[in-house]
């Protein structure tokens, strides 16, 4: 039975969950087009690839013998290259063969591709039949989830570890846990807002080995390829961002990419460590719910990096797709609330741009945020159902969990 079938057979056994999936498959699938409607009127952004410009710089730099990193006259490094050397191994052949502009569409186009196919492999992973048409009509929804398709007009990466991500869930339902490891390891090694993604490694003994290769291997092929002295640079990169992240700009100052899910909160660092610790603790306690739990770490990931950004928000994709499919398989599920999560995620950009004009300024521009409202929902429905999969809290029952990973 396709998809559209089975969602349609339940409208009498979970009508509200029937209702919000076809809105949300609506706003989705017609967002490009009002994507470019916004664009006529001058209210979205364009296709600009302004950080796609950095990448090409980089590679430009790379081939001529410079460093990769250009450090600004007031010492910082905006504009620049940010990620790690063995980044650029995946932005050179586009460069190195096309012009620019055609090596960002190309980049664009691939990536966007490359998530469209693992949402559907992740969907069949999960027990999901496609018909043919259904999986063309998959494209423009995808396309159409605001933050990945912001991501490309950017030309950033979100896409790219977008499909990652969701590989890596696919491949651990199969039960291939070291290629699950591995690409995990790749997110969060090459971008280290991502490490939250990691939480499904704690689950498996074959993951975290997969991801300790994978992230072992990465580093020696950056050394061998671009040296030492490339990392050392990198290094200050990293100490430099660290130091930018704390002086975030509120949300209501709005740029189409602003998502800062904790600012203005006293004592923000300190709540996501501890929140981090949480997750650690939850999964190493739980038992049998690796849907939950690697849903919990993706979509932790813009929740819980110190500098964030609304793309991020595609980590979360596969987190829905793994929670409505959980909560689908219970008797007392709440298939709704990840939907309605992902159609907060959807709207946080302009929904934000009009609320930051509307909202009194007594309320904190923190709560002006629609995509603080769907990261919520989503890792807290995923935080307790990893914490019912576990037992009571002791340190005799965390040690034999640790010990029972395999």
């Known amino acids: 039975m396709s998809l559209l079938c089975r969602l349609l057979a339940l409208r009498d056994e979970r009508p509200w969950f029937v209702a919000i999936s076809l809105l949300a498959l609506v706003a989705l699938g017609t967002y490009p087009a009002v994507d470019w409607y916004l664009r006529l009127l001058d209210i979205a952004p364009r296709f600009g690839f302004w950080d796609f410009g950095a990448y090409s710089n980089a590679v430009e730099r790379w081939s001529a013998g410079d460093s990769l990193y250009v450090q600004n006259e007031n010492g910082g490094y905006h504009g620049s290259y940010l990620y790690p050397p063995v980044a650029l191994l995946a932005f050179a052949p586009f460069l190195l063969t096309l012009p620019f502009r055609p090596a960002a569409l ?21 027990g999901a039949d496609f018909h043919p048409l ?13 933050p990945l398709l912001l991501s490309a007009k950017l030309g950033q990466t979100a896409a790219a570890f977008g499909a990652l991500l969701t590989v890596a869930a696919s491949a651990s339902l199969r039960g291939y846990d070291y290629v699950s490891g591995a ?5 969060g090694v090459i971008k280290l807002p991502y490490a939250p993604a990691g939480a499904h490694l704690l689950d498996s003994r074959d993951r975290f ?15 061998l390829v671009f040296g030492v002295d490339a990392h050392r640079t990198f290094l200050e990169v990293l100490a430099w961002g660290v130091r930018e992240g704390r002086s975030a700009r509120s949300p209501t100052i709005w740029l189409p990419p602003y998502y800062r899910p904790l600012y203005g909160v006293p004592y923000s660092l300190a709540i996501r460590v501890v929140a981090s610790l949480a997750i650690v603790v939850g999964v190493l306690r739980s038992e049998g719910a690796v849907r939950e739990v690697t849903a919990l770490g993706f979509a932790a990931v813009p929740l819980l990096a110190p500098l964030t950004y609304a793309y991020y928000f595609v980590a979360a994709l596969p987190a829905v797709v793994l929670l409505v499919a959980a909560e689908l398989d219970r008797p007392d599920g709440q298939p709704s609330i990840p939907v309605v999560g992902l159609l907060c995620l959807q709207f946080h950009s302009y929904g934000l741009r009009e609320l930051g004009v509307v909202a009194p300024e007594w309320i904190p521009p923190v709560l002006l945020q629609p995509g603080l409202y769907g990261n919520l929902l989503l890792v807290g429905l995923a935080g307790a159902r990893v914490a019912a999969a576990g037992g009571p809290l002791t340190g005799r029952s965390l040690a034999s969990a640790v010990g029972r990973r395999d």
């Not at 080995?209 to 050394?223: D, E, I, K, Y």
């Open 134 to 146: 259904e999986r063309l009509a998959l494209l423009p929804i995808v396309v159409g989830f605001h």
């Open 209 to 223: 080995l997969g991801a300790v290769a994978g992230g072992l291997g990465l580093l020696l092929v950056s050394l």
């Open 183 to 187: 690409l995990t390891a790749c997110c």
């Open 106 to 126: 190309l980049w664009t186009v691939v990536t966007v591709a490359l998530c469209w196919l693992a949402i559907q492999r992740l969907a069949t992973a999960l």
